[in-house]
């Protein structure tokens, strides 16, 4: 993977260089929540895709870096105003921004980080400046849009597998998409081949969110990073869930909605009881079924791009490690 | 003011018809709101500063529309946010989105309206793409500086001159200006043009938003249409007190402090001791020297610009009936 830590390297100096810059700026009460939420990290996944597709297609990295960039300041912003309307305490265990200084300037430095995440993305050359625009323009509107959809749910009672794919192709799918479509723009690709690019996006980031779903509940605690059966506790519409609540019958459903309902509960007996309930219909085997299909969909929207298969190597590996994380 | 009706009727249709389609598009959680939103109406200045300033450069109102209405876009995405962190009950006599439906709701669908702002903006020609897109961005970026010191200000107690007239220079001046440039680089206008009609439309801004504090305290309610004294009751931080804090000396100053800090008062009588400290500092003629001076220095700038006066003659018009309110 030396060539994912060369383009990883790229990216981490310019986002410091960045934050640097934002740190700085007046007023501090908008751009230093913004540096700060920069700061924090994060695996930086769609930064990489975007330069890594135009790479794949012969592009230059330097002339893909600031739309990548403009990518991750997008996702930030959106990371900002979704700990917000989720009242989340903690981003990447540090406080979140409106935790951290207060709601309103969680809005307003987060609609300033979406303006300079398109000065980022501006930054392109302008032969492929109004397609690259108008992918960014629709994915950002499909992310708010899953967002939405995600928060519909949350106090939904039906919602269907078919309802939940949609609202988490929408929510993280398509901007992984959109990232390797822009790459491949950047790169000059030919539109069939970036259509196939952005398809292979959309189904590994439904596969990437599924794995997490699984993960939550049978994933092992120092792999995963996470204290396991959270989604379990908090009644957190998973594909597992899901699945459970459709193929729940009689005394096993009333048990599910019994769990679900109860407002007083001992986490610990809950995430067992759940758990119990996930296994004796299957639900692991079921989402990893679903999970591989996203998966193996992908690496066939990826087989019909017309170029060499040794091109495609490095992508692979790179979604192989994220999918590693268990299979 | 034929001209200046065609071009609204055009922007009105064009944002009617957005209109429709926002209201028709799901998650409706979403859209709505935006749709919502855009049926209240308002003056719709910024649009037709647009247009203006393109057909003052011989441009074409076709080639303008859509950007004019993305400046409109983006300019109710602003409302939408203000009203939220100010917590603001109406809009233009209507409940306010977050009250209307809740805070996530005004959050996301703004973020939303951003977004088809960006859309709508990007509806140039590829010619100007780029340029107009630079304005659109630094003028987006120092709405929300404008913003942020604009509530910096509301806790702070020593806000200078200077600071207030740059604070209103960013939340609203510069809208108005980077609207005009846009339309001017729509048109192929120079540069150096472009520029002096950005500065007219800087001080003509910061102009109107001084008469907007006089008309507060002097305003006839008739003309005016709100009640007049709400600024004063709400220490709201114009012009007209900072001046009056700057100057008032002894008992007078010991008075306004006292009104200040006031929590339990009756209106009327705040209303009316604030005014007589104004007029014996003469601050009613003080605003409205500064605000002369603005409308001054913006009739320079546009002398400036190297087209004939009679392309210039519906600009100025429509600007004195923006200023004609009182004056």
Redesign the interface.
């Known amino acids: 993977m030396k060539n994912i830590s060369r383009i990883q390297n790229r990216i981490n100096s310019e986002l410091e260089k960045l934050t640097v810059l934002m740190g700085n700026q007046p ?1 501090a ?2 751009y230093e929540p913004i540096a700060y939420t920069l700061s924090l990290g994060g695996k930086r996944i769609r930064p990489l895709l975007v330069i890594m597709a135009a790479e794949m297609f012969g592009g230059d990295m330097e002339e893909a870096i600031y739309p990548a960039i403009g990518i991750e300041v997008f996702h930030n912003f959106t990371l900002v ?1 979704d700990d ?2 989720d009242n989340s305490p903690l981003r990447r265990n540090q406080p979140t921004v409106h935790r951290k200084w207060n709601k ?1 300037i969680a ?3 987060a ?2 980080m ?3 995440a ?2 980022l993305v ?1 930054k392109t050359g ?1 032969s492929h ?2 397609e690259v ?2 992918v960014f ?1 629709s994915t ?2 499909q992310v ?2 899953g ?3 995600d ?2 749910y949350e106090t939904s009672l039906q919602v269907s597998i078919d309802q939940y794919i949609r609202m988490i192709n929408l929510k993280t799918a398509v901007l992984l998409a959109g990232s390797l479509k822009i790459g491949a723009l950047l790169a000059g690709a030919n539109p069939e081949d970036a259509k196939c690019l952005y398809a292979f996006g959309e189904n590994m980031g439904i596969a990437f969110q599924l794995q997490d779903d699984i993960l939550d509940v049978y994933g092992e605690k120092e792999k995963f990073g996470k204290e396991p059966g959270r989604d379990i506790v908090a009644n957190k519409k998973t594909y597992l869930l899901l699945k459970a609540i459709e193929l729940a019958q009689a005394e096993v459903s009333e048990e599910l909605t019994k769990w679900i309902a109860a407002s007083q509960f001992d986490e610990q007996k809950k995430v067992k009881a759940i758990i119990e309930i996930y296994d004796s219909l299957c639900i692991r085997q079921l989402a990893e079924q679903e999970m591989m299909k996203y998966y193996r969909q992908g690496l066939g929207s990826l087989e019909k791009i017309s170029i060499g298969p040794e091109k495609k190597q490095d992508l692979i590996a790179f979604v192989q490690t994220l999918m590693h994380r268990v299979y």
């Open positions: 007023p009460e908008l105003h917000l309307m309103n809005i307003l430095s609609d300033a979406m303006v300079k398109y000065e501006c302008s400046l109004r625009l108008a323009n950002a509107l708010c849009e967002q939405q959809l928060m519909n």
